[in-house]
């Protein structure tokens, strides 16, 4: 039987068993419409059940009440028709990618926007639209909307068809699965292993995040143009916790089948409670299928409840041992389309791969790898030539790896019997250490859990009675004593917990507790994992950004060049994180006078960020916006301003936040333009929206406050403009260092007003300061500057000081 024949027939033979009989007759015709022979297959297969297993009875017992929406609409709805050439929302769809058992997937264009978009439509069948399917679909799209990471297909849109049924718009992915991709490019297993890293990094992210994906088949795993993984369908995937979501208690039942049978755990058979433990599972016959060119158990030829029994109770062979059973296709030729011989194949799987694998597949959750992290921190050592946890542990095996990685060194040492057995008994202590280190990777994400669920229970004013008033910034408080106090062996958790903190109290404006922590966690990243770590980097970035904000512009840009290496080294040059990074330099230089490095820097990210369709490109875009403004460029400015708003619309998890910063630069814009009534408009939306959002006395609706004060002033309203203005000035203080120049703009549009109360000696001492801190930090042709210089100029001649003025435009 075709491969592709079987799994469309498991496929639809599998959710017809959740069907009563009297019902499936519907649901096939459905299903396998056009297709008489395919239908006649699944109805003999069973109807062969049917007469030789009773136990059915009690598991369509079970789903009666779980389908009995969906069997009374597929009685009374036909098959969908074909949406080629139609519109869906703001979509025009132009090809058919894939049907499956609950809709169809097209390839889709948006036609409502100035930028190129294409797109993965996924809409719901027509007859399958049952209250629980429904609800179903509306927890993909939250899933999704909820996981951003480079190597899963991202959510664009969603929405209710003409004809009512559910759809999400994902990111197109023009990609090959990953093992055809890897066996049509002769792949080596190195390369092969660098790939399935990058899916459980996916894998990891989404288990962060709480979520299992419970469907990790090839299919579902591209590899795109670029050579990179993404991660597609959350359809079936499963929330751990339930309270994350409003629509995640969407149940799935102990006898409900929601798996693909050949990335299926057998806790999925037996309906069990699913966990990451199912994911890691299905991971585990990725890696047997991309080293071995097999499934690991042969299913092929075998029918439903044979496969079922399989995947329950039968171990699979180790890889290097299955390579060599093969027979179609032959193991020379699994060999060649990994680069190299069968005798070479199955050198280097025998040993630490087969046991990595075998490791992932066992039938005991408990017995697998804990975690994803696990895994890789088992694959990274086995490319280290390092011990691997899935091995057992031995003298002999330790030392062997010891003398794998140091045998050059061990040559010339051959003949210094003492020197090579205190090295030996150096370095057996040394890989007992790194075991450890590998062990400490599992324990460390259930760790930071229970100390986090600990610190908000102490919180919780129906668990601790004192607590009933305690602020946010209490609980933040406590959290960070019991951290300190705590953890002193695990010094990873603590700084990954350090870095948590340090990052909500920077979010909160709340810097001097901020920086210590996010200090001591980048130093212990530093210590424990090496320079070149991705946490170092993520570290550096968020205490950058925070030194940034503050105004310590010299360590922050030493802090995101260290970031952008590390990016650049892990990542490569097309990737979003490297991106980010060029972004926040392009702040950073801008803020800093430095228009053309900066301009340079927003240029290279907005080509990133179009390269991967990625979000990063709405904020880029804004701030390119501010720099053009900056530069003087307005016409420039106000296009890429007003571009920046539809795009945080369609990319950004929080638009409004972002529409607010994109409304305030427009505001500027105009009020440069001598636009004062749509700038004062412009101003008094994006407080508005910062008003709902933030607390009272943020930096954020201090900047509202006193842009809009200064364009009041210069429509006349002091009385309105001056109580704005003293309390962006009040909040700057508060919350930035003496100096900063946002403390001198918000006393530069106080000394506006002064000049029209007539207090010209106070006015002529702060615009005075106000403009030697913007000569400063952005240069003398800077429009800010500018700005002040001209303000001074105004004051001498209202204050009848000529002299002063033409001394001051002198010097």
């Known amino acids: 039987m075709d491969k592709q024949h079987w799994k469309k027939l498991s496929h639809i033979f599998d959710l017809a068993l959740t069907l009563s009989p009297e019902r499936r007759t519907t649901y096939i015709r459905n299903l396998c419409a056009g297709d008489p022979e395919l239908r006649q297959e699944v109805s003999s297969l069973l109807s062969s059940i049917e007469e030789s297993d009773k136990m059915l009875e009690e598991q369509l017992r079970k ?11 597929l009685e009374k709805d036909g098959p969908s028709g074909s949406l080629t050439g139609k519109t869906v929302g703001h979509w025009k769809v132009s090809d058919l990618l894939g049907r499956g058992g609950m809709g169809e997937v097209y390839e889709v264009e948006r036609f409502d926007s100035d930028i190129q978009q ?39 849109d969603g929405g209710i068809s003409e004809d009512g049924l559910p759809y999400l718009v994902m990111e197109f992915v023009d990609g090959v699965p990953i093992d055809r991709y890897c066996d049509q490019r002769r792949l080596t297993i190195s390369d092969r292993l660098a790939l399935f890293r990058e899916v459980c990094r996916a894998v990891q992210h989404a288990h962060k995040n709480l979520i299992v994906h419970r469907d990790l088949k090839p299919e579902n795993i591209l590899i795109a143009e670029d050579g990179h993984v993404k991660i597609l369908d959350f359809g079936i995937a499963k929330i751990l916790d339930e309270t994350l979501y409003e629509l995640s208690t969407v149940k799935t039942h102990r006898s409900m089948r929601l798996m693909s049978l050949e990335a299926a755990a057998p806790e999925q058979i037996s309906g069990d409670p699913v966990t990451t433990s199912a994911d890691v599972y299905a991971l585990g016959t990725l890696l047997y299928q991309l080293l071995a060119g097999r499934h690991p158990l042969d299913i092929e030829e075998q029918g439903f409840r044979a496969i079922e029994q399989m995947i329950m109770h039968e ?9 060599n059973d093969a027979e179609h296709p032959s193991p020379s030729a699994i060999a060649d389309k990994r680069n190299t011989d069968q ?36 694959l990274d050592r086995f490319r280290a030539d390092k011990p691997v946890s899935a091995q057992r542990d031995s003298t002999r095996y330790r030392l062997s790896k010891f003398f794998k990685r140091h045998k050059k060194r061990m040559g010339i040492a051959a003949a210094a019997v003492a020197v090579i057995t205190v090295l030996t008994i150096f ?10 280190e590998a062990q400490l990777e599992a324990q460390k994400t259930e760790q930071v859990k229970d100390l986090l669920v600990e610190i908000f229970q102490r919180s919780d004013p129906f668990r601790e009675p004192e607590a009933k008033n305690l602020s946010v910034q209490e609980v933040l408080d406590r959290g960070t004593q019991r951290v300190s106090s705590s953890l002193e062996s695990q010094p990873l958790v603590r700084a990954e917990l350090q870095e948590a903190l340090g990052s909500v109290y920077s979010g909160l404006i709340m810097y001097p507790k901020a920086e210590p922590l996010l200090r001591k966690a980048l130093a212990t990243y530093k210590r424990e994992l090496g320079p070149d770590h991705p946490d170092v980097a993520e570290t550096s970035q968020l205490l950058g950004f925070l030194l940034f904000r503050k105004g310590a512009y010299e360590e922050a840009e030493a802090l995101f060049k260290e970031a952008a290496r590390i990016y650049q080294k892990e990542y490569g040059e097309t990737d979003t994180h ?9 702040n950073l230089y801008a803020e800093t006078g430095r228009q053309k490095q900066a301009l340079r820097q927003y240029i290279s990210a907005i080509e990133i960020y179009k390269q991967q369709d990625s979000p990063g490109i709405a904020g880029t875009t804004m701030d390119l916006g501010y720099l053009l403004m900056d530069m003087g460029r307005m016409d420039e400015a106000q296009r890429k301003l007003a571009r920046a708003i539809p795009l945080f619309k369609t990319y950004s998890e929080e638009p409004d936040v972002a529409i607010a910063n994109a409304l305030t630069g427009l505001g500027q814009v105009l009020h440069l333009q001598g636009d004062l009534a749509a700038a004062e408009d412009h101003h008094r939306k994006a407080l508005q929206i910062r008003r709902t959002i933030f607390e009272t006395g943020h930096t954020y609706i201090a900047s509202s406050h006193l842009r809009l004060a200064w364009v009041l002033l210069d429509r006349g309203n002091i009385d309105q403009a ?28 106080l000394a506006l007003a002064w000049i029209g109360q007539g207090e010209f000696a106070q006015a002529e001492e702060t615009l005075l300061n106000t403009h030697e801190v913007f000569r400063e930090q952005f240069g003398v042709a800077d429009w800010r500057t500018q ?8 004051l001498y001649k209202r204050w009848d000081k000529s002299q002063k003025a033409q001394a001051f435009l002198n010097n």
């Open 63 to 73: 789903n009666h009440l779980l389908l009995s929406d969906l069997t009374a609409h």
């Open 118 to 156: 294409k797109g993965a439509l996924k809409i719901m069948r027509r007859g399958l639209d049952t209250p629980e399917n429904i609800r179903r679909f509306r927890l993909e799209k939250q899933i999704l909307a909820g996981l951003n990471h480079p190597n899963i297909a991202r959510l664009i």
């Open 315 to 323: 171990d699979p062979l180790p890889p290097s041992r299955r390579l």
């Open 343 to 378: 005798p070479g194949l199955t050198t280097l799987l025998r040993g630490d791969l087969d046991a990595i694998t075998l490791k992932a597949l066992r039938k005991e959750t408990g017995q697998r790898y804990e975690s994803v992290i696990q895994l890789i921190a088992d």
């Open 427 to 436: 370095y057996t202590f040394q890989l007992a250490k790194e075991r450890n």
């Open 578 to 586: 490297y991106a980010d990074i060029l972004s926040m330099l392009g």
């Open 722 to 749: 001056v109580p704005l203005a003293r309390k962006a000035c009040q909040s700057f203080k508060n919350h930035l260092p003496a100096g900063h120049w946002k403390i001198a703009a918000s006393e530069g549009v």
């Open 787 to 794: 700005s002040a210089r001209q303000t001074l100029v105004k």
